[in-house]
């Protein structure tokens, strides 16, 4: 997979894209979000070089600016953002970006050990309660249970909800830094017959 490729399935469609470089047209058309951004600056800087890309020097606060910025472009009726336990500047920012809607904060954990938090912030409440559930079984959850059209995810990494979206039949759009990150999740989703090609 290269910079800038797109690729195409049934279900979904996916990008090895930076958000600092904007938003790839195909991710507008998505009505629901959930996404697991870098939670600090070295975690940030950590996945920036795996993916052979310079650091970002200007701080953590640019990166929030951009991701919420990018969220903004989307304008989904429903935002999931999977944060850490210290999630008050993701919920400030989804307040302000959403402000009419329902923002619910849930305890979570990821690989069931790591504690983390995921926000919802909807125009309708849930459809049911996420707490203590681990991120995996929340976004399973998500695909199966939540109302929308398309899922995006901004920073897809190894591609848990293309991945649930796609057992789901759901349709699905995302970008990832890491072209091979980004390959793992093709393949994952190949090797349950989903048939991927680059987009003509």
């Known amino acids: 997979m290269k910079i800038g490729e797109l690729w195409d399935c049934g279900l979904g ?10 938003l790839p047209d195909f991710m507008r058309e998505a009505d629901c979000v959930f996404v697991d951004p870098p939670y600090n600056a070295a975690l ?24 919420f910025a990018r969220l903004a472009e989307i304008a989904p009726r429903t935002c999931f953002v999977e944060c850490g336990t210290k999630y008050q500047p993701f919920a400030i920012r989804l307040r302000r970006l959403m402000p009419d809607a329902h923002l619910m904060v849930y305890p979570s954990t990821y690989y069931r050990r790591h504690p983390c938090t995921v926000l919802r912030a909807g125009e309708d409440m849930p459809p049911l309660d996420y707490s203590n559930l681990d991120e ?18 901004p920073c897809m990494g190894l591609g848990l909800v ?9 349709r699905f759009v995302g970008t990832e830094l890491n072209a091979a990150r980004l390959a793992v ?4 989703i190949r090797r349950k017959g989903g048939e991927w090609h680059v987009a003509a």
């Open 13 to 22: 469609r996916v990008m090895v894209h930076d958000l600092y470089h904007g």
């Open 136 to 153: 995996a079984e929340i976004i399973a959850t998500v695909c199966k249970t939540e109302t929308f059209d398309m899922i995006a995810d």
């Open 185 to 188: 999740m093709v393949d994952r």
């Open 44 to 67: 940030e800087n950590g996945f920036r070089t795996k993916a052979g890309l310079a650091h970002n020097k200007l701080g953590f606060n640019r990166f929030l600016d951009t991701l």
């Open 162 to 170: 293309g991945r649930s979206a796609f057992a789901a039949g759901r």
